[in-house]
């Protein structure tokens, strides 16, 4: 089962994430993650939960690449119809 369920925390949280206290935040962040499962899943889901799998990460901001050469599509103002 994967869950967006405490994303707004993380979000919060890797604003605040240095190299020094990184593994510190992880694991307050997964005490506070689990305290939220506690309160929105019911007790019987929740026993079913086998283990909580939190992805760290990375220290420096991941930028996308763009590929060098720009790809484009011809643009009609003009609708077509499709026989």
């Known amino acids: 089962m994967t869950s967006n369920l405490g994303s707004e925390?993380?979000?919060?949280?890797?604003?605040?994430?240095?190299?020094d206290n990184r593994d510190e935040l992880i694991s307050t962040l997964r005490l506070e993650i689990v305290e939220l499962l506690r309160k929105r899943l019911r007790p019987e889901f929740l026993n079913r939960v086998d283990g909580i799998?939190?992805?760290?990460?990375?220290?420096?901001?991941v930028r996308c690449r763009r590929s060098p050469r720009s790809r484009s599509?011809?643009?009609?103002?003009?609708?077509?119809?499709?026989?």
Do not use: G
């Open 53 to 61: 799998i939190l992805f760290k990460p990375p220290l420096s901001p």
């Open 73 to 83: 599509m011809p643009w009609s103002q003009t609708p077509r119809t499709w026989d």
């Open 9 to 19: 925390l993380m979000q919060d949280k890797i604003l605040e994430i240095t190299e």
